[in-house]
């Protein structure tokens, strides 16, 4: 095992990985930016470096300033967490450069899977059912209009480099293709730097399945089981649980098996997931790998009792897998709840403010993870997670139930601060969502239809600086 880890990431993300370092008897350096010098993973690291501004791009995408510190530090591995440079093949080959282990896959996996028009004709060798649609990037409009006819409508226009949500495009006639191809090559190239996309059908009243895995560098690989995360607004979950509910157990089965195969097809390393659009049928189609930790794993680790960052750490060190699949077992249900710092009545516009309290809730099988604190101030540079809210339970419905208690207890104000809780609460009230009748489009339906008497806690009204661009936010997802 490692002696010394850097966390390259800040938020919650940060304090989970710092935690299960500290478990493991590992020691463990932070890097921060200058808006985050009194955040709780400063406080509780080992030892804190400083890397730049509060821009991220000054910050904690800035690859020479985290590579810099691991040496300064004397770390041995990079942790990136999720979002930031988690998924960049550049990082982890630089990482590799200066004798830093890289708590992911390979640089060369890593690029593979990160380009989503390459990862789908890996997948596609490797039996993984896709959509219908082009496996390599369409290089023109004409090509777009082309594979579209011949797939029909509705398509969606998505970014070969895209993640996080973004980069995608939903096109329901073929009068809004020629826009929504041009405008998508656009975002694709101010976001990612590369402006390739794909077409493929898009698939409507479908839920969105992912399955986590587990590959260590000599051939073994475990998954653990299915997640549902088809409450999402604008391709960005809000509320996941696990397993996913009102699928057959030949049918979850067949998708983790199939998840799994396809990982270990590509050499994958270390914890990832591979997710899927499900159709009315039970019909599976392969969506894109993310090789990293994911923000809903927790609802994972709560059903199988195994710490995925502990695995992460342990994988990256080079020790042999130290599950094997028959000793996997699922037991009840869990379900996670995102608190985001955002104004659901306001388009979910982001709401910076200092949080004058504080109280998440508590109980049995509660479990919060969060960065934050009475004080602390949220800012507007970077995404806006604020804790995560995952319950377990022998049952759905009493874990919901569960989840509800929950919501209500937190007690989070501050001076202009609004979080998505009410929102949250009117998912958990929906009669189709109660019924596991949900998919995709649920959130877009609560949001046309008159709201819930749900109201938040009465704060008082401040000016806050305007938050910088989503492009200078890590993508979660």
């Known amino acids: 095992m490692f002696e010394k880890v850097l966390i390259a990431n800040r938020g919650e993300i940060a304090l989970r990985v710092l935690r299960a370092c500290r478990e493991l008897g590992v020691r463990t350096a932070v890097v921060y930016s200058a808006a985050d010098a009194d955040s709780a993973a400063v406080r509780l690291s080992d030892e804190a470096v400083r890397i730049g501004p509060a821009p991220s ?16 530090v004397g770390a041995q591995a990079v942790h990136p967490g999720y979002g930031f440079l988690s998924e960049d093949a550049d990082f982890a080959e630089i990482c ?33 059912p896709l959509p219908a649609g082009s496996v390599e990037p369409v290089p023109t409009v004409d090509a777009a209009v082309e594979v579209a006819a011949g797939i029909g409508y509705p398509v969606i226009v998505k970014a070969a480099a895209g993640g996080g949500g973004r980069g995608m495009t939903v096109v329901w006639t073929p009068a809004d293709l020629p826009r929504a191809y041009a405008k998508t090559r656009a975002t694709a190239q101010k976001v990612f730097g590369d402006d390739r996309v794909y077409v493929e059908r898009y698939l409507t009243d479908a ?37 996913a509910p009102a699928l057959t157990a030949a049918t979850l089965d067949t998708i983790a098996e199939t998840a799994l195969r396809g990982a270990l097809a590509v050499g994958f390393t ?38 995925l960052v502990h695995e992460q750490l342990h994988i990256a060190a080079g020790t042999p897998l130290r599950l ?34 504080f109280v998440p809730p508590g109980g049995p099988f509660t479990r919060v993870d969060t960065h934050g604190y009475p004080g602390y101030l949220v800012g507007p540079h970077y995404d806006s997670l604020l804790a995560k809210v995952a319950v377990w339970a022998p049952d759905r419905e009493l874990a919901l139930n569960r989840l509800e ?27 189709e969502f109660r019924k596991s009748r949900h998919h995709t489009g649920l959130v877009d339906r609560l949001l046309t239809a008159p709201p819930a008497d749900t109201p938040d806690p009465p704060v008082t009204a401040v000016t806050a600086t305007r938050p910088s661009t989503t492009a200078d936010r890590p993508m979660s997802d």
């Open 57 to 72: 791009r000054r910050s904690y995408l800035n690859a020479a300033a985290i590579v810099e510190a691991a040496r300064q």
């Open 324 to 357: 094997r699949q028959e000793e996997i077992r699922l037991h009840g249900v869990a379900v996670e709840c995102r608190v985001n710092v955002e104004d659901p009545d306001r388009d979910f516009a982001p709401t910076p403010g200092r949080l004058e309290r």
């Open 270 to 307: 270390g914890a990832g997931t591979l997710e899927f659009l499900v159709d009315a049928e039970e019909r599976f189609h392969f969506l894109e790998i993310n090789c990293r930790i994911q923000v809903e794993h927790p609802v994972t680790e709560m059903i199988t009792g195994i710490d």
């Open 207 to 243: 839920r969105h399945v992912e399955v986590q895995v587990l590959c260590d560098a000599h051939g073994n690989g475990v998954h653990l089981g299915t997640r549902d995360c088809s409450v999402q607004r604008r391709h960005q979950k809000l509320i996941e649980e696990a397993p």
């Open 96 to 128: 590799a450069q200066n004798g830093l282990t890289f708590i992911g896959p390979r640089p060369e996996v890593m690029a593979a899977l990160g380009d989503k028009s390459s990862a789908r004709a890996l997948m596609s060798r490797a039996g993984l």
């Open 405 to 431: 208690r929950a919501l209500d207890e937190f007690d989070v104000a501050g001076p202009g601060v609004r979080t998505t809780i009410p929102f949250a609460r009117r998912v958990l009230d929906d009669a």
